[in-house]
């Protein structure tokens, strides 16, 4: 059973970077993918970026130039750079994964897919 845990948040100043970090454990299949969302206090879950273990990569339009997502396979970590800050990137920043056909593993991994495994969440405050 595919298992997360994040890690990376905290308090920056808004132009400031943070990268998270999203260790997966469990992995019963070869393809499978990651992903991350965010939600802000009274705001809806948003879908920001997923990555493949094939190697697919899509992001949210909302952050893209912005934040980059990576994969360490021999880690199983997989990482959310996130670069030029704003206030309104504060909000919960979640990880997810799951097992997804192989096709979506290694063309394009996509964001809303329903993963299996989530955690609390880690929190990305931005705040002069």
């Known amino acids: 059973q595919f298992r997360v845990v994040e890690s990376g948040g905290g308090l920056v100043r808004p132009g400031e970077s943070l990268r998270l970090s999203c260790a997966l454990s469990g992995i019963t299949s070869d393809d499978y993918a990651m992903a991350w969302f965010r939600q802000a206090p009274g705001k809806e879950r948003e879908g920001l970026s997923c990555?493949?273990?094939?190697?697919?990569?899509d992001y949210a339009d909302s952050i893209k130039g912005r934040f980059t997502i990576s994969m360490n396979n021999a880690k199983n970590t997989t990482y959310l750079q996130l670069n030029s800050l704003k206030p309104e990137d504060t909000a919960v920043y979640y990880c997810?994964?799951?097992?997804?056909?192989?096709?979506?593993?290694?063309?394009?991994?996509?964001?809303?897919?329903?993963?299996?495994?989530w955690r609390q969440g880690t929190q990305v405050t931005v705040s002069s």
């Open positions: 997810a994964a799951g097992r997804v056909p192989p096709l979506m593993s290694i063309t394009r991994c996509v964001i809303g897919y329903p993963y299996s495994s």
């Open positions: 990555v493949g273990s094939g190697g697919s990569i």
